[in-house]
Each structure stands twice: as C-alpha cells, then as structure tokens.
C-alpha cells in the first residue's frame, strides 16, 4: 500500500458532537457516507477534517487519481480527489462542493459550532481564505510538493512520474514563506483565520499545511503567530487520523507529530 492504513480505524471512530448538537452520522438513514480520497491529498484532508469537526462517522476508499480509472472517472470525470458518496446515487465531487454540500445537510445543527457562519459577511470572509488556500496555497505550493516528492514516488512514467523537478520544490518551498506571513498577520488580528471561531477557512489552511510538514518543508520561523496557530488546530482530536498516517517508505519530518514544536 502506498500509506499506513492505522488511520482509517481512528477516524471512523471519531465522533466530536456537543451533547446540545445532533450528532452527524449520516445523511440517509443507515447508510454510511463513503469518502474516496488520498490519504496525502490536501483537498481530501480538508473535508476528512471537516467531518472529524461536525461529529461524522464515514468509510474512507482510498483512490490513486493518477491512475484515471473508469470507475473513478464515472463519479467525477475530472479525475480528482475528494469525492463524497452520500447515497445510492448522490456523488458529490470536489472540496469547494462537499465543504457547501455538508454545510447546508448539517450545518444548522451544528449550533454555535458550525464551520461556515450565518450572516453574509463573515460567510464570504470563510470561502474567501478556505478559496486561498485550496486553490491558491495549492497552486503555488502543497501541490507542487505532494506531486514531486510523494505521488511521483508511485506513479508510472505514462501517469507522469519519474524524478522529482526540483525548480518546481525550490519555487513551492520559497512561496511558502509568504504564505505563512499572511497566516501570522491574520492571526494577529483575529482569535482564528477568519475571526472568532474555527471555521471552514483554518481546516482548509491547516489541511495543506500538513502536507508541506510531512516534508519538512514548512518554514516555522516565518511567523510566530502562524506557528502557534498551527499548534493550536493541530491538537484538536479531529486531526489524530491525519498525524497517524505515513507515506510508504518515507517518514514524516520531525515536526509533523510533535504538538509542541
């Protein structure tokens, strides 16, 4: 296998209601939501958090996109991971969508713990900062360093593997440091990325920046404030799954399991 399995026991059996909240478990009743995903995609672990925060028990299917399997490509022809199975025949494709799709079926059960908050603005400033670091963060790095330095281990030539390009590390390991500027100046204004509470936005951020610790490739001295952040969102129990897995034959960077680092 191309990572420890360990971590799929501890997240099925995650459950993180308030007594004064429903309890999430699933959508139709008995049936369990499937998530096929990669265990070191960063999309993947956003949403792995997300269900970890909102009390979710669900099945996780691991799935190589690289490979571009039929079957795969019939429940999301793009080719990407996450993807959500609620139901028989209800296939929910995409982060940005699963991330909307949870909110609106649990959300309001949630109470003063849902993930993405009632009024408009403080909504916009979520899926402002969760679309920065799912889509921008990965463009520029967590995507590029997972590709390099984890999936191409496993990938054939045909499905775009071989040696790691090093301009593409060197270039992600250089734009982390701004990033992680922003996270410090954020923090310094707010109690979480977004404001008050944790929200869709902190899941997002820390989910990529988990990758990039793996490897050992996040710059820590950058931002103090972004650091203890970190340390904060990690110690939450919804996170154990995440920091109990490993690639195959590469172990992770001395920071990635230790809380107080």
Not at 74 to 95: D, I, K, Q, R, W
């Amino acid at each position: 296998p191309l990572y420890s399995s360990a971590a799929s026991d501890v997240y099925k059996r995650q459950v993180h209601a308030s007594p004064d909240a429903v309890k999430a478990t699933c959508f139709v009743e008995g049936f369990m939501p499937r998530l096929i995903h990669a265990p070191f995609c960063p999309h993947s672990r956003f949403i792995r958090l997300v269900m970890a925060e909102m009390g979710m028990e669900v099945e996780l299917t691991e799935e190589r996109p690289w490979e571009r399997r039929a079957e795969f490509l019939a429940l999301n022809p793009a080719g990407l991971t996450p993807v959500l199975v609620e139901e028989e025949a209800l296939f929910v494709p995409h982060a940005d969508l699963i991330a909307e799709y949870l909110d609106e079926t649990r959300g309001l059960a949630l109470g003063n713990r849902r993930l993405l908050p009632d009024p408009p603005g403080p909504r916009v400033e979520v899926r402002r900062l969760a679309y920065w670091f799912n889509h921008k963060f990965f463009a520029e790095v967590s995507g590029p360093l997972t590709l390099e330095k984890i999936n191409k281990r496993f990938m054939r030539n045909e499905e775009g593997g071989g040696p790691p390009d090093t301009a593409s590390i060197r270039a992600a390991r250089n734009n982390v440091r701004y990033h992680m500027q922003y996270i410090g100046w954020l923090v310094a204004r707010r109690n979480w990325l977004a404001g008050d509470e944790l929200s869709y936005a902190d899941l997002a951020a820390a989910a990529h920046l988990s990758c990039v610790d793996y490897l050992g490739d996040v710059t820590w001295n950058e931002s103090e404030g972004a650091r203890l952040w970190y340390a904060k969102i990690k110690s939450r129990p919804s996170f154990r799954a995440l920091l109990a897995e490993r690639v195959a034959g590469m172990a992770p960077a001395a920071t990635y399991e230790n809380l107080d680092f």
